[in-house]
């Protein structure tokens, strides 16, 4: 009966650690070419979740290849992926990104 009763804390314990984790797929681009943030200077990584745009930490706007290529760039085209991470003052705390397209 032990063994159940923890099994049963550590198990609700475990799940409510990531309450505040998101995982979904959303727009990937740049924050001031595509997405109007104008809160950092110069081309820097952002997603749009749920219609709202925050820019990343954790990955660097040229980690999937040059920004400015003219049918892949985040500052040309509006890509999809997956993103895993935490909003934080208000910015999305990236642990991965994966391009779906």
């Known amino acids: 009966m032990k063994k159940i009763f923890f099994l049963s804390i550590l198990f609700v314990a475990v799940s409510c650690g990531n309450k505040n984790e998101i ?5 990937i681009s740049c924050g001031q070419c595509k997405f109007e ?3 950092e200077n110069g081309c820097s990584l952002a997603v749009r979740l ?12 040229d980690d999937f290849g040059d920004a400015h290529d003219e049918h892949t760039g985040f500052c040309e ?3 999809k992926g997956e993103v895993v991470g935490k909003i934080e003052n208000n910015k999305f705390v990236a642990s991965s990104i994966n391009l779906v397209d």
Do not use: N
């Open 23 to 27: 995982k979904q797929v959303a727009e």
């Open 37 to 39: 943030l104008d809160s």
């Open 50 to 61: 749920d219609g709202k745009a925050y820019f990343v930490e954790g990955f660097k706007i």
């Open 77 to 79: 085209v509006i890509r």
